[in-house]
């Protein structure tokens, strides 16, 4: 047992910077690929709903508008979404995508919904993802991996 | 002079909803009662309502700070189910999150009992410190607390060679400051003080109170998943069973303490070995009807998914059987005779996750012995009535 | 004037308004260290540095709802923050700090002014634990009988190690003792052991942290404040600052030689005085644990004790044989 054991390191810091930040004033950075909110590109949806389908939250809700027109709205309740990122892993078209905010709250959760309305796109869809082949020097992918859309 | 003190629901020791009432005499505890249910959240029965994908994030969310645990419990068993393998690079990525889990959980657990025992300078540096490990955890998949990195066949996301040489580097840092924590939590006779002998908890004890994890290996039993019943690729690493004799809250921080070695150790074998090749397969979506027990070793102690599929894309039963749940018996028992400053201690000790522990109550009468079930018109009618009896002087509205 | 010389010395120096400034500056100054001693930032927002957060936190306090509770003793409970206050800031003037008139001593300067002091800076425990089982609660009954209790370890070594350096310079007035120890400096290091034990129990006397045990909060919650809220708290966390500068001020007095050199020289000697004991006191803080109220009792009469009375009889000896 050594009494005061402590008061070196402590002392160590007395003169040096913290290791906190002034968070509301200054805010750290989050790395890439971090997953904040989703939001969607709606000019190359083509409207599979396999967002809506895996979607752990149901989070998503895409309704038909008009349908001679093929529009479409699509609701994300961001309320509601967990911010896994399903939605982007299972939209074939990367239609999908998450982007860096966190600060996201606010004073009603119906200010949180978003919306888009937007005729559907013809895009091919991408073939079903050959499960990505990770070489270990490649950088991560954006959109990593596919294994949801099979169906049996 | 006997007087009954309340531990929670709401109380600044605990930072989850759970009861413990306490009959005190002077400073010395003589009885101790648990009362559960606080924060039941149906996670069950959602689960019979989500596909097996959804699900993952479902029982990711059982726990806040093993949460990768609980997935990696819950896919273990769907992948079986499901007859599908995980490639070796998804697995060594699938375990490599899970060892960084159990180092920022057991630095968390360093920091709360250091908070506990009101040694708040312990707190922040091994906090300070912890964020290492989360930036990594983070950097990995995304997010600090939900990884949300497993999915049925493998993993989400790959990392490359600069993350891996990031990792590697952060390890050093991470060595040097749990020596340091290991000396000055050995050494500061003021905390030392407060941790030896408290809580006692013989090996006999904790076999027949069927304690779990940390809690069981500190009373000198030697039992981890990892290494009696090995998942996934922990067959093929080295790693020793960290085990202390104490019996005491000491011998728990000096077991998690080593364990944080251990876990080094094994990042960087799974960091150094790591395999080439695809991080994860397709999964059908759907189960042919059959049933298993998934095991794994969460940071408090052993996690178990029993999963029943019908056919369907949607399990037809999920239970979870949560560690804390498993120690709570041996808490109990601990906290009798012992004193009301150790409370705290001996309760933050099994590291309690409480809300992972709620599981579905039923009642059962006291008289009859017959199990009853209760209506929620049952529950407000009862709450009615307590109300009306206590608010005489007042007009408290009931939330009801 | 002399009226106007009286209203000045009462409210704005060395009275009410210097009391509030120098215990909030005090607050910040002990918080700031503890943080930076745990590389955290402190304070930073409110004024520069932060420096006006605790005078913040005072008048948000006081705008918050006070609430009484129904089983609680109405006229205890309102009136000990108060008076608890009241006693502080009386022992605050009998620092020799404020120069009234140095030669001829006067209303607070007088042959045993130390044992006065040292007896108002007892009946604050004795607030507290009155304060505690007026509220009822049993948060607060558990929190005033731990307060008792390390009363009954601490108390009797601080007055022997503070006792000693009276006895060495041969009064019992606080000024002639710091003039004595000014005299001869050298004297000051045959009382470090008192100065060791005197700021452990001064530690202890202002409940921080290794002996915060009344109010600790993850046992029993607010301890002896559970049930004090608004106007009633910010008194009583008022108290306790300026019980720290009062305290360490004592001890800079008897201990480190006191405040020579007049009105501003005095003054400037106070401060940097004062804020190396409260650095000490942070430290310490820092450093350690909360033990066990139990612990307390057996490391006070197991090791301050001892200390203390050994210092004891080393001066008397030192004054026998040598001086
Ligand atoms: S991030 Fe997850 S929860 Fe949110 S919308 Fe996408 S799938 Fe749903
Ligand atoms: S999965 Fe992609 S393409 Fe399909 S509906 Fe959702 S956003 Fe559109």
Request: charged residues 20%; hydrophobic residues 45%; glycine residues 6%.
């Amino acid at each position: 047992m050594r009494i005061a054991g402590f008061v070196p390191e402590l002392l160590r810091h007395l003169f040096k910077k913290p290791a906190t930040v002034d968070y509301p004033f200054r805010k750290l950075e989050v790395p890439k690929d971090f997953r904040g909110t989703p939001f969607l590109h709606p000019e190359t949806c083509i409207v599979c709903r396999a967002c809506e389908r895996d979607c752990p939250a149901e989070a998503i809700e895409i309704v038909e508008v008009n349908a001679a027109e093929k529009r479409f709205k699509m609701t994300i309740h961001n309320d509601r979404c967990v911010h896994c990122a399903q939605c982007v892993d299972s939209c074939p078209t990367d239609a999908m995508e998450m982007d860096d905010k966190f600060e996201i709250s606010a004073f009603s959760r119906w200010d949180l919904k978003e919306e888009w309305e937007y005729v559907r796109a013809v895009v091919k869809p991408k073939p079903a993802a050959p499960a990505p082949q990770a070489a270990p020097a490649a950088p991560v992918s954006p959109s990593p991996v596919k294994p949801s859309e099979s169906e049996t | 002079m006997k007087f009954q003190i309340p531990i929670g629901p709401q109380h600044p020791a605990l930072k989850e909803p759970i009861s413990l009432r306490m009959t005190v005499e002077g400073e010395v505890i003589r009885d101790a009662d648990l009362r559960l249910g606080y924060n039941h959240r149906g996670i069950e029965k959602l689960a019979e309502e989500r596909t097996y994908l959804q699900n993952i994030y479902l029982t990711e969310r059982i726990c806040g700070i093993c949460s990768h645990s609980h997935t990696t419990c819950f896919v273990q068993g769907v992948e079986a189910l499901l007859e599908v393998v995980a490639p070796r690079r998804g697995q060594f990525l699938r375990y490599l999150v899970a060892e960084l889990e159990r180092v920022h959980s057991h630095l968390l657990w360093l920091g709360v009992a250091g908070h506990e025992a009101g040694f708040d300078s312990f707190f922040m540096y091994t906090w300070r410190d912890r964020e290492v490990v989360m930036d990594i955890l983070e950097m990995i998949s995304g997010n600090r607390v939900h990884y949300a990195i497993n999915t049925l066949g493998g993993v989400r996301r790959d990392i490359d060679e600069a993350l891996r040489t990031k990792i590697l580097d952060s390890l050093g840092i991470l060595r040097a400051r749990t020596d340091y924590y290991f000396k000055l939590g050995a050494n500061e006779p003021s905390f030392v003080g407060r941790l030896a002998g408290v809580g006692r908890l013989s090996k006999e004890d904790a076999l027949a109170l069927c304690a779990v994890g940390p809690t069981a290996r500190a009373s000198g039993v030697a039992h981890d998943v990892r290494r009696d019943d090995p998942y996934g690729i922990y067959g093929e690493i080295p790693f020793e069973v960290c085990t202390a004799d104490s019996c005491d809250v000491l011998g728990r921080t000096v077991v998690r303490i080593k364990e944080l070695g251990q876990s080094y150790n094994i990042i960087e074998y799974l960091l150094r070995n790591l395999p080439d090749g695809p991080v994860a397969v397709k999964a059908p979506r759907r189960a042919k009807p059959g049933e298993v027990v998934s095991r794994d070793e969460a940071p408090r102690g052993e996690n178990i998914h029993y999963i029943k599929a019908n056919g369907s894309d949607k399990p037809e039963r999920l239970k979870v059987r949560a560690p804390t749940l498993a120690n709570y018996a041996a808490t109990l028992a601990r906290l009798k005779n012992g004193f009301i400053a150790d409370i705290p201690l001996i309760f933050a000790a099994i590291d309690p996750c409480i809300c992972c522990a709620e599981r579905t109550v039923e009642l059962i009468d006291g008289r009859s012995g017959r199990p009853t079930v209760v209506r929620w018109s049952d529950l407000r009618r009862r709450a009615a009535r307590r109300a009306g009896r206590v608010s005489k002087k007042r007009n408290v509205e009931c939330p009801l | 004037m002399s009226a106007l010389k009286t209203l000045l010395y009462v409210f704005v120096y060395p009275g009410l308004v210097f009391m509030f400034v120098y215990s909030t500056f005090c607050e910040w100054f002990d918080r700031k260290v503890y943080a930076r001693l745990q590389n955290r930032m402190g304070p930073t927002h409110t004024g520069r540095w932060g420096l006006l957060q605790p005078v913040a936190d005072f008048f948000k306090l006081m705008a918050k709802e006070d609430i009484v509770p129904e089983k609680a003793d109405k006229t205890m409970f309102t009136l000990l923050p108060i008076f608890g206050l009241a006693v502080v800031a009386t022992a605050m003037l009998l620092l020799p700090v404020w120069h009234f008139n140095p030669a001829a001593g006067g209303f607070n300067s007088f042959s045993g002014d130390i044992i006065v002091l040292l007896y108002l800076l007892s009946l604050p425990t004795i607030i507290f634990f009155l304060a505690a089982w007026s509220s009822t609660n049993v948060f607060s009954t558990v929190g005033g009988t731990r307060v008792l209790t390390m009363f009954f370890g601490y108390e009797v070594p601080l007055f022997l190690a503070v006792l000693s350096p009276a006895l060495l310079a041969g009064s019992w007035r606080l000024a002639e003792i710091a003039r004595f120890f000014q005299a001869k400096p050298v004297l000051l290091l045959v009382n470090l052991p008192g100065f060791i034990v005197a700021v452990i129990c001064v530690q202890a006397k202002l409940e921080r942290t290794p002996f915060d045990i009344p109010h600790a909060e993850t046992e029993i919650v607010g301890g002896t404040f559970t049930e004090f809220s608004g106007k009633k708290l910010a008194f009583f966390r008022l108290m306790t600052d300026v019980e720290m500068v009062v305290s360490s001020g004592l001890l800079a007095t008897v201990f480190l030689g006191g405040f020579p050199g007049g009105l501003v020289l005095g003054f400037l000697q106070f401060i940097v005085k004062t804020l190396f004991v409260i650095f000490l006191l942070s430290l310490l803080r820092a450093a350690t644990s909360r033990i066990r109220v139990d612990q307390v009792v057996s490391f006070a009469w197991g090791y301050l004790a001892p200390l203390a009375v050994v210092q004891l009889f080393f001066v008397i000896l030192l004054k026998g044989f040598v001086l």
